[in-house]
C-alpha cells in the first residue's frame, strides 16, 4: 500500500512543479481523464484479444508493450523534472 501512495504523490508532485501555480488544475485534469479512460478501455481490449485469440499470450504482451513504451517516454521523452518558469501574459490596462 505505501508504494502506491508514492507513487500517486510523486505524479501529483510532477504535475505542480511543471504546470505551475494557474495551469495545475487543468493538467491534473487531463491527467485523470487519461487515466481513467485507460482504465476504462484496458477491459476491452482485453476482452477483444481474448475473444479473438482464445490466450492470455496477446493479452500480456499488449500489456508489456505500453508498459515499456510508457517507461522509456518517462525516461526520454519527460525527462529530468525541474521547475518551469513560466511568462505572464501581458495585461490589457
Same mark, same amino acid.
Given at each position: ?5 508514492? *507513487? ?5 508532485? /510532477?504535475?505542480?512543479?511543471? !504546470? ?21 478501455? !484496458? #477491459?476491452w ?5 481474448l ?5 492470455? /499470450? ?6 508489456? !508493450? *505500453?508498459?515499456? *513504451?510508457? !517507461?522509456v ?10 521547475p *518551469?518558469?513560466?511568462?505572464?501574459? #501581458?495585461?490589457v490596462?
Amino acid at each position: 500500500m505505501r508504494f502506491s501512495w508514492d *507513487v500517486l504523490l510523486q505524479h501529483l508532485g /510532477y504535475t505542480q512543479t511543471l !504546470a505551475g501555480q494557474e495551469m495545475v488544475g487543468r493538467w491534473t485534469g487531463v491527467q485523470n481523464f487519461v487515466g481513467n479512460f485507460a482504465g476504462a478501455v !484496458a #477491459p476491452w481490449i482485453t476482452g477483444f484479444l481474448l475473444d479473438r485469440t482464445g490466450h492470455f /499470450y496477446w493479452v500480456f504482451l499488449v500489456t508489456t !508493450a *505500453v508498459v515499456w *513504451v510508457g !517507461a522509456v517516454s518517462r525516461i526520454f521523452v519527460v525527462g529530468p523534472i525541474k521547475p *518551469v518558469e513560466w511568462r505572464r501574459h #501581458p495585461t490589457v490596462t
